[in-house]
């Protein structure tokens, strides 16, 4: 009987070993090493990540990073990547994380060695052709030029939506994105397809100067588009973080919490749910590894999701719609943080 005991006990002892070794993942602690995460975005995409003119870094994927960044008590870097690029450089450790405005599919969640975190937009894809061409529906494209970066869902669902609807097109395929814009307002291509919020930042952002009146986003949306961060396989403790950080600001939404607020709440809220959140009660940091007020600073850095949607998406006409909170109605919903 003993001798069973002393069996499971060092079972036991082994299992413990290897789940503390599993959840101190090699990620994270190269991250707290180098003192930097390593972000990889588009670059080129306003209110999700363009350089402002000061050449830093602005919308809301860029600030999922910086949260993220803030959490774990390191800077960020950010690494411009082409839809192309972007899974190879994840998967060769060139940056930790992709917060690219990246779409969630089973392949990509399995296949690639990575995981998906959490959603921070749900999208869908659209057309966008000039108003001079008089078209008015995505069915009346029988046999137009579009351009369309490779390497995306969006080149996929192209070809689906022509096949579905028989009908034909000619696809003017080109890597980057500045030079896929580009091509369209030079008139290469009748049609320019991707994410509809992609089509408002490129018609807001990179139409001539003057002319974005000019060009129509057609009605019709033709695929779900969940976007968020993206990690590598085998660091269980980094995929926890990026995604409770998104979660945080989700709640912090909630709550009332802001970057301006956000150390009075701290100080000053008897709420059980804010004195979890923020770090009064203890235990939430350390079940991520982290010092207990990582969302406080998360929060601190950017705000919650609200304040970072309205500082990055309203100037490319865009509402909230689905991408307001569950209690207005929206998508927006985060697990409790407790």
Not at 230 to 238: E, L, P, S
Not at 249 to 258: K, V
Not at 295 to 310: F, Q, T
Request: neutral net charge.
């Amino acid at each position: 009987m003993k001798s069973n005991f002393k069996l499971l006990l060092a079972a036991g002892t082994a299992l413990a070993v290897s789940s503390a070794a599993a959840f101190a993942g090699a990620g994270v602690d190269a991250i707290m090493k180098r003192g930097e995460l390593l972000c990889g975005v588009s670059g080129a995409l306003g209110g999700f990540s363009l350089p402002d003119s000061k050449g830093v870094m602005q919308g809301l994927d860029a600030d999922v990073c910086r949260g993220i960044a803030a959490a774990m008590g390191t800077k960020v870097k950010f690494v411009p990547l082409t839809a192309q690029q972007r899974f190879t450089a994840l998967q060769s450790g060139e940056v930790d994380i992709l917060s690219r405005n990246t779409t969630w599919t089973l392949t990509r969640d399995t296949a690639l060695g990575l995981n998906f975190t959490a959603i921070t937009y749900y999208d869908g894809q659209g057309f966008m052709v000039p108003k001079k061409l008089g078209v008015k529906s995505a069915k009346e494209l029988d046999g137009a030029t579009v351009c369309v970066q490779p390497g995306t869902t969006t080149e996929l669902n192209l070809a689906d939506y022509f096949r579905g609807n028989n009908m034909k097109y000619t696809p003017v395929v080109i890597e980057g994105t500045q030079e896929t814009n580009a091509a369209f307002f030079s008139g290469r291509c009748d049609v320019i397809t991707t994410d509809a919020s992609g089509l408002a930042s490129i018609r807001a952002n990179d139409a001539p100067k003057g002319k974005s009146n000019d060009y129509v986003i057609l009605p019709e949306i033709v695929s779900k588009e969940p976007l968020g961060p993206v990690v590598r396989h085998g660091d269980d403790q980094f995929l926890d973080i990026v995604k409770w950080v998104v979660f945080a600001m989700l709640e912090a939404e909630e709550y009332g919490i802001t970057q301006g607020n956000v150390d009075k709440m701290a100080a000053e809220s008897k709420n059980p749910g804010i004195q979890r959140l923020l770090g009064k009660t203890p235990g939430m940091g350390k079940n991520l590894g982290l010092k207990e007020d990582w969302a406080h600073k998360a929060i601190k850095a950017v705000g919650n999701y609200g304040e970072v949607w309205e500082r990055h998406i309203p100037p490319l006409g865009l509402s909230r719609g689905v991408n307001k909170s569950w209690r207005d109605g929206g998508l927006m919903y985060a697990p409790p943080v407790r």
